[in-house]
């Protein structure tokens, strides 16, 4: 089944430590985002990448960083540098290039849980 | 920044009855409106979405009706059930770079 796999679902981590957050997808789509998602805060948009070995900060980059060293993954770094790392980390990708036709909407994977201690 | 307006932040409905979320958004927007249902503990998942070129949409017990105009769009939950009890996003393209800004959600409660 084609889809996107987010791990760890659970991470702890003390503060002043750098964590990565995996994201894998085969559906085969160009462009991959991670959002975050704090209690009444909706979704917001931390990194989007279109094209391997290119990426753009969203409205939320300072504290995070990402590559897109392969089509498939698009891993998140959760830096020492953000102030309030406990969230809800979402990643999601679509398609590009073409109007919307139901099929190339934007697919979430099923989140990863971040907790500082 | 370019913002995605939501409303109501809760909404209680009894079963059987019409949930209504709304949704405003600033300057323009791209590509389609699309709705995402999300349950604790996971990711969102597409409910229905929109294209700019029609007003409304139906599927099942759920519709979106689009105001183009006014900028505004809503989500009606026909015959709400217990198991639709979620939270509820709307989004629009506010820019032609691909990516989606969310409202900041809506959480439904339906009670038996």
């Known amino acids: 089944d084609g889809g996107i796999t987010q791990s760890p679902k659970y991470l702890f981590r003390k503060e002043g430590q750098n964590v990565t957050l995996s994201c894998e997808q085969n559906l085969n789509h160009d462009a991959m985002y991670w959002y975050r998602q704090d209690p009444g805060q909706g979704l917001r948009l931390i990194y989007y990448s279109q094209i391997v070995n290119d990426f753009q900060k969203g409205d939320i980059a300072e504290g995070y960083s990402v590559s897109r060293e392969k089509k498939e993954s698009f891993p998140l770094t959760v830096t020492s540098a953000q102030k309030n790392p406990t969230a809800f980390y979402l990643c999601?990708?679509?398609?590009?290039?073409?109007?919307?036709?139901?099929?190339?909407?934007?697919?979430f994977g099923a989140g990863s849980r971040l907790t500082v201690l | 920044q370019q913002q995605v307006k939501q409303s109501p932040q809760s909404l209680i409905v009894q079963k059987g009855g019409i949930s209504i979320i709304n949704c405003a958004y600033e300057n323009t927007a791209f590509d389609y409106f699309p709705w995402y249902q999300q349950f604790p503990g996971k990711g969102p998942a597409l409910l229905i979405a929109i294209r700019p070129d029609v007003s409304e949409k139906k599927e099942g017990r759920f519709t979106i009706s689009f105001n183009k105009s006014a900028k505004q769009f809503s989500l009606h939950i026909m015959d709400s059930q217990p198991g639709d009890s979620a939270t509820y996003f709307c989004?629009?393209?506010?820019?032609?770079?691909?990516?989606?800004?969310f409202g900041k959600g809506t959480l439904l409660t339906v009670n038996p």
């Open positions: 999601a990708s679509r398609m590009l290039g073409q109007a919307y036709s139901g099929a190339n909407v934007l697919t």
């Open positions: 989004a629009a393209n506010l820019g032609s770079n691909y990516k989606l800004t």
